[in-house]
């Protein structure tokens, strides 16, 4: 299996900036996309921005402009740097990783989730 720890998290004043990161380990595994989701009070989670394995992004219209994902594959850990923090973007925060793990024939794909770190914008 393939475990996310995410860490980062933080009570921050809007305008502020904080950044995450959000380390995987395992067995032999490949992680071909990586991203962060959030989840806020009474609603439902969404995405926030993905990554390839080839450096390929992704961002939701909210975020664009103020976050940036980036990864570094030989540590297995995505991050996300967030600027101009608004109230509306706190939220518990998700990383995920989807790839595949060596099994006994072969790959076996995995969609692996973190325990959540939460992120607050205060006003």
């Known amino acids: 299996q393939v475990q996310l720890v995410e860490s980062g998290g933080g009570l921050v004043q809007a305008g502020g900036s904080l950044r995450l990161s959000c380390a995987a380990s395992?067995?032999?595994?490949?992680?071909?996309?990586m991203g962060w989701f959030r989840q806020a009070p009474g609603k439902q989670r969404e995405l926030v921005a993905t990554?390839?394995?080839?450096?390929?992004?992704n961002y939701a219209d909210s975020v664009k402009g103020r976050f940036t994902i980036s990864r570094d594959n030989a540590k297995n850990t995505v991050y996300l740097q967030m600027i101009s923090l608004k109230p509306e973007d706190t939220a518990v925060y998700y990383c995920?990783?989807?790839?595949?793990?060596?099994?006994?024939?072969?790959?076996?794909?995995?969609?692996?989730w973190g325990q959540g770190t939460q992120v607050t914008v205060s006003s």
């Open positions: 995920n990783a989807v790839g595949g793990v060596v099994v006994t024939t072969g790959w076996r794909p995995y969609n692996a």
């Open positions: 395992g067995s032999t595994f490949r992680i071909n996309t």
């Open positions: 990554i390839t394995s080839g450096n390929s992004t």
